[in-house]
T-cell receptor
Framework: KQEVTQIPAALSVPEGENLVLNCSFT??????LQWFRQDPGKGLTSLLL?????REQTSGRLNASLDKSSGRSTLYIAASQPGDSATYLC?????????????FGRGTQLTVWP | EAQVTQNPRYLITVTGKKLTVTCSQN?????MSWYRQDPGLGLRQIYY???????DKGDVPEGYKVSRKEKRNFPLILESPSPNQTSLYFC?????????????FGNGTRLTVT
């Protein structure tokens, strides 16, 4: 069974810092990996999706990388802002007959203070 | 506006009283799925559907039923709810079987079973 771990569980940083969130997974036979953002009381919003054949994806101040061989992905947030405060989750889909099954990490709760 | 709509947003019920949580999407997506989110356990997949009339179990299907009779709707049915099904539930959808494109989430249904 795929296990997805996110470290740290919580992070508090001053505005303007560049930061890295980590996601690790135990089964490297993934189809893709997604990063999400969840605001309190809301659903998840997809930030970036990386296919297994890709090494990274970028959207604005966000950059996600994928290293299948080591079972890791990182989400890099440049020049953090208070509006970035939220919980960030990663999820993987495995290759094979269970295509469609998603495995989520428990998230990193990020607080960016002014 | 493209969206995934869940109803109701809040539901309090008693043990054993059958209930249905509805989920509807207006994006003509093939893939739909249900999740529950619990403190300390994160998001876990309950069921998913790759297309009409095709459903599969996720991590925690026990006590739940789903059906996919039409593309836009994917209701979650609790035939005999129990207190351990008290949770925050999310529905999500995606284009192209959900493995190649980002997931869109509803705003959640907070269920309390007494």
């Amino acid at each position: 069974k795929q296990e997805v771990t996110q470290i740290p569980a919580a992070l508090s940083v001053p505005e303007g810092e560049n930061l890295v969130l980590n996601c690790s997974f135990t089964d490297s036979a993934i189809y893709n990996l997604q990063w999400f953002r969840q605001d309190p009381g809301k659903g998840l919003t997809s930030l970036l999706l990386i296919q297994s054949s890709q090494r990274e994806q970028t959207s604005g101040r966000l950059n996600a990388s994928l290293d299948k061989s080591s079972g890791r992905s990182t989400l890099y947030i440049a020049a953090s802002q208070p509006g970035d405060s939220a919980t960030y989750l990663c999820a993987v889909i495995l290759r094979g007959s269970t295509l469609g099954r998603l495995y989520f990490g428990r998230g990193t709760q990020l607080t960016v203070w002014p | 506006e493209a969206q995934v709509t869940q109803n109701p947003r809040y539901l309090i019920t008693v043990t054993g009283k059958k209930l249905t949580v509805t989920c509807s999407q207006n994006m003509n997506h093939e893939y739909m799925s249900w999740y529950r989110q619990d403190p300390g356990l994160g998001l876990r997949q309950i069921y998913y559907s790759m297309n009409v009339e095709v459903t599969d179990k996720g991590d925690v299907p026990e006590g739940y039923k789903v059906s996919r009779k039409e593309k836009r709707n994917f209701p979650l049915i609790l035939e005999s709810p129990s207190p351990n099904q008290t949770s925050l539930y999310f529905c999500a959808s995606s284009d192209r079987t959900g493995v190649d494109s980002p997931l869109h989430f509803g705003n959640g249904t907070r269920l309390t079973v007494t």
